[in-house]
DNA sequence: CGGTATCCAAAAGGATACTG
DNA sequence: CAGTATCCTTTTGGATACCG
């Protein structure tokens, strides 16, 4: 795809996430946004997480369970910004004791299905990725 | 897609990553090694320096001016990871003084393309992503 | 110029005790 | 049970000086 010669041909914007501004608004405020949500999704817990709600709804310490390793601490705030930023649903049933169910939003299906194909991606090269680690070690 | 309703179907096996379980082989190996790369990628600059390289070689000087902000140091850990991994090459012209080029090699483009597609993504939902936030605080 | 080595600051993550 | 608050450890990133 020769990607390694657009340079010179649109040598005046920006790169990866500008490459789309190609095709659409090339803002800086764009830029930093996907830069931003990229970093909050890198966090350690952040993918495992919407990958076990991905097969359906679970309570705190269901998620506890299925994660292991994570700490209580680390779970409430691995889902507080999934939350604010929409992924992750909140449910808390007034009981005693307290039953709170997490659920992914269908904006968090969405975004898991973008995230499979770049686990896909990751899965088809992981030899040649791994060849290459090997080769310089 | 009704993806929260699979739970109860393939209740045995594991997500995200293991969501693809269902096509191909559910070791433990690949779900590690597929964290793994995205933690490596999920580092501060990874995703920035793929994308400068994107439209073209660039010097590590060069490199510096295009990523404001990154140090010295941070730039070079973060190429030599992306060159361990594969994703870029690294070619040095024996002058004096010196000169280094960096490229993105074929797997590196390839990985860019599909990283594209999640820029998009993110891109196509950021208004709703920032209501949520807006939302919430 | 393109690094490596050293040192330091900041942030992320984890253990644990306490609460409604 | 599902948190919040506190404290501590580890990791990451940055500034800087020096080297081939």
């Not at 041909?9 to 996430?17: I, N, T, Y």
């Amino acid at each position: 795809m020769a990607i390694s010669e657009t340079r010179k041909l649109v040598s005046m914007d920006k790169p990866l996430v500008s490459a789309i501004s190609d095709i659409c608004d090339p803002e800086e405020s764009k830029v930093a946004f996907v830069r931003d949500l990229f970093g909050r999704l890198g966090e350690k817990w952040s993918m495992r997480t919407l990958d076990e709600l991905a097969h359906g709804p679970l309570r705190f310490t269901a998620l506890m369970n299925v994660l292991p390793g994570i700490s209580h601490r680390i779970l409430t705030v691995t889902l507080r910004t999934l939350e604010t930023d929409g992924m992750v649903s909140r449910t808390a049933y007034p009981e005693t004791p307290p039953r709170v169910e997490y659920a992914l939003t269908p904006l968090g299906e969405s975004f898991v299905c973008r995230a499979l194909s770049m686990v896909a991606w990751a899965q088809d090269h992981q030899r040649e990725i791994e060849a290459n680690r090997a080769n310089r070690r």
